[in-house]
Structures are given as structure tokens and as C-alpha cells.
């Protein structure tokens, strides 16, 4: 069977709150966690956009604040799938933040979430191929695989030599 191809901006998702008290810190910024919950649900709609199926979280790459989000501030999230594997799929990230009443608007920061994709039972599924269309779409498609050794290697499921796409960063040429 023939798998499908789609392009990232067929997963494209945008998203966007305000920050009300309830989801802000004792110093009236939103709490990382709950611009987690945002973000995971922003690129969870995403990867299911691509792939047609339910999907489940696997793994979600570094996450650093780079500016605080104020109380009464706007939230957009953007996700697109960037690279899509066997069953699983890359899905990058965007966070701004607005004080609309200021005229500011502020890249947050930006991160990676994975997903797979199950079926009723639970087991993962195929998922269409994706094909980058522009120069950024192809700049983070061929980093994904990258990014996805690095995953593995991280989590123990890769050994480091096996790791074809990180030998021009780490020396790994070296046995154990």
C-alpha cells in the first residue's frame, strides 16, 4: 500500500488564550506548566491533522523561557508537523506573547513535541509522508532526524555510534 504525502502547512494549527489569574505564578506570570498543557495540545491537534488518527505524546524536547508572559497578556501557539517518520511525527512549536494594550508582541520560544500514532487498540499506526515546500519547512525537516537520534540516544534506545546524523556534531567514531 502506497502511503500518502502531505506538506507541513496541512497541519498547520493556531491556538490562542488570554492569561487569566488562574493560570498565572505568585508573580503574575503564566505558569510553565499550564503554557505546557497549551502547547501540548496545540501540537497533539496538529499531528492528528497530519495523520488522520488519534495520537499520543512521546516525547517533548528541552523547553527554555526566554520572557515571562504577564497576566492579561495574549497567547498564540503555531505548530506544523516538520518531519514525519513510521509512526510518529515531529511537530515544532511556536509561542508569542502580546500585550495588545502596549502594541508588544514577544517570540517566547519554540519547541519540539513528538507524537505516534495508535489505532483502537493502542498500537501504532502508518502515517502519511510529509514533503517540505519552503526553505525553512526543508531547514527543519532535515534537522528532525537529527533531533530524533538525539531523542533516542537520550532515552537509551539508540546506541551513540549508530547515530549516522550526529557524527559531523559529537566524535562517536569511538567504540565503548
Do not use: C
Amino acid at each position: 500500500m502506497e502511503r500518502k504525502i502531505k506538506t507541513p502547512k496541512d497541519s498547520l494549527v493556531h491556538m490562542t488564550e488570554l492569561v487569566l489569574p488562574n493560570d498565572t505564578n505568585t508573580l503574575g506570570n503564566l505558569m510553565g506548566g499550564r503554557l505546557m498543557h497549551w502547547m501540548d495540545i496545540v501540537s497533539a491537534i496538529s499531528a492528528q491533522k497530519h495523520s488522520n488518527q488519534v495520537v499520543v505524546t512521546a516525547s517533548v524536547d528541552n523547553i527554555s523561557f526566554r520572557h515571562p508572559i504577564r497576566l492579561g497578556n495574549t497567547v498564540t501557539l503555531t505548530a506544523k508537523v516538520t518531519r514525519a517518520f513510521k509512526s510518529s511525527m515531529e511537530v515544532r512549536i511556536d509561542v508569542f506573547s502580546e500585550d495588545i494594550p502596549a502594541g508588544e508582541k514577544t517570540h517566547s520560544h519554540s519547541a519540539y513535541f513528538t507524537f505516534v500514532a495508535v489505532g483502537k487498540e493502542g498500537a501504532p499506526q502508518n502515517v502519511p509522508d510529509l514533503v517540505p515546500e519552503t526553505e525553512e519547512e526543508k531547514a527543519h525537516f532535515d534537522g528532525a532526524l537529527r533531533r530524533r537520534q538525539l531523542r533516542l540516544i537520550l532515552s537509551g534506545r539508540m546506541k551513540p555510534q549508530e547515530a549516522n546524523e550526529l557524527k559531523s556534531i559529537f566524535d562517536i567514531s569511538q567504540k565503548d
